[in-house]
């Protein structure tokens, strides 16, 4: 089993940038797409974007197009979501959860994960985000 521990959240200005991190380990990632969804009080969860480790088929909610990067890198178990261009609307706490796929490349699987909420299998403990002047 997979565990996922979050960090690089923080309090930042509008127009600010962070990157957050998600430490994988137990196992490794080439058998998972992996996502970042938040959620701020009085909203629903939000798929943020989400990443193949198979083949790297990426999304990104309309709300984060051309601000956020999902990134991994395969040395360190780790999956990035650069984030740029801040505004209080990103304000929330920010999980990494990863989706089995077990083999299944393309980009099926991260739409399953990000876009409708299938298959959130392992869940880290988040990672508090605040866009705030």
């Known amino acids: 089993q997979v565990q996922l521990v979050e960090s690089g959240g923080g309090l930042v200005q509008p127009g600010g940038s962070l990157r957050l991190s998600c430490a994988a380990s137990?196992?490794?990632?080439?058998?998972?797409?992996i996502g970042w969804f938040r959620q701020a009080p009085g909203k629903d969860r939000e798929g943020v974007s989400c990443?193949?480790?198979?083949?790297?088929?990426?999304y990104y909610a309309d709300s984060v197009q051309g601000r956020f990067t999902i990134s991994r890198d395969n040395a360190k178990n780790t999956v990035y979501l650069q984030m740029s261009s801040l505004k209080p609307e990103d304000t929330g706490n920010y999980h990494c959860?990863?989706?089995?796929?077990?083999?299944?490349?393309?980009?099926?699987?991260?739409?399953?994960?990000?876009?409708?909420?299938?298959?959130?299998?392992?869940w880290g403990k988040g990672t508090l985000v605040t866009v705030s002047s």
């Open positions: 959860i990863a989706h089995r796929v077990d083999g299944q490349g393309g980009i099926t699987p991260v739409l399953a994960l990000c876009a409708y909420g299938y298959g959130m299998d392992y």
């Open positions: 990443i193949s480790s198979i083949d790297g088929s990426t």
């Open positions: 137990g196992d490794t990632l080439d058998y998972y797409a």
